[in-house]
């Protein structure tokens, strides 16, 4: 079945870094828009960033951009999301999904903490 | 960009039928047909409901639907259950590649 797995999060401090991973299984990963999605404790999800299928077209939300990179190896199904100087306002659960014109499915999300 | 505005939360009984409003603007539910809607169980991700304004994927029950009318979206679960006690949030797109999520409702079966 198509499935997505997240990994990489975990507790950073603010102005650290951090990179985010998603395998893709179950379907021909290469032919989708992916995207990242965070939802911060007790919030409603925010978009993020999404990619094109060869990589060629990149967006992000205004409150990442210049701190986060998006980026996709499809030989291996992957997706990336590389976050650089991190606020305490970074911290969420951050999701990545398959993009059609909603986003179906999510992965099991991987929890980022930016704390002291 | 402000969230897409939802009420905090509704309920109802079983067998009954709620409506889920979400309000945005003219530049994203007003202009676009790409509103979805998710459904968030405790400790588990958001999974889509309805896609489009009122399509439903396979699998989701009949009694899940959606509209639009203007710069509202709505959800409507009709014959309402037990196992419908979840969250739930709107996202339309807003053009220049971006998308918008509501800031949720949770519905709660008495």
């Known amino acids: 079945q198509v499935q997505l797995v997240e990994s990489g999060g975990g507790l950073v401090k603010p102005g650290g870094s951090l990179r985010l991973s998603c395998e893709g299984s179950g379907f021909i990963f290469s032919n989708y828009y992916m995207t990242w999605i965070r939802q911060a404790p007790g919030r409603g999800p925010e978009w993020v960033s999404y990619i094109g299928t060869s990589g060629g077209s990149i967006y992000y939300a205004d409150f990442v951009r210049g701190r986060f990179t998006i980026s996709r190896d499809n030989a291996k199904n992957l997706l990336f999301l590389e976050m650089t100087s991190l606020k305490s306002e970074d911290t969420a659960v951050y999701y990545c999904?398959?993009?059609?014109?909603?986003?179906?499915?999510w992965g099991q999300g991987t929890l980022v903490t930016v704390s002291a | 960009q402000s969230a897409l505005t939802q009420p905090r939360s509704v309920s109802g009984s079983p067998g009954q039928s709620v409506t889920i409003s979400c309000t945005g603007s003219s530049s994203d539910i007003g202009r676009y047909n790409y509103v979805s809607w998710y459904q968030q169980r405790p400790g588990l991700a958001p999974k889509v409901i309805i896609f489009e304004v009122s399509a439903r994927p396979s699998g989701v029950p009949d009694r899940f639907s959606g509209s639009k009318s203007g710069f509202t979206a709505s959800l409507t679960i009709s014959g309402l259950q037990a196992e419908d006690e979840a969250d739930y949030y709107c996202c339309s797109y807003t053009g220049t590649h971006t998308w918008l999520f509501g800031g949720g409702t949770k519905v709660t079966v008495l």
């Open positions: 999904a398959r993009q059609l014109n909603w986003f179906d499915p």
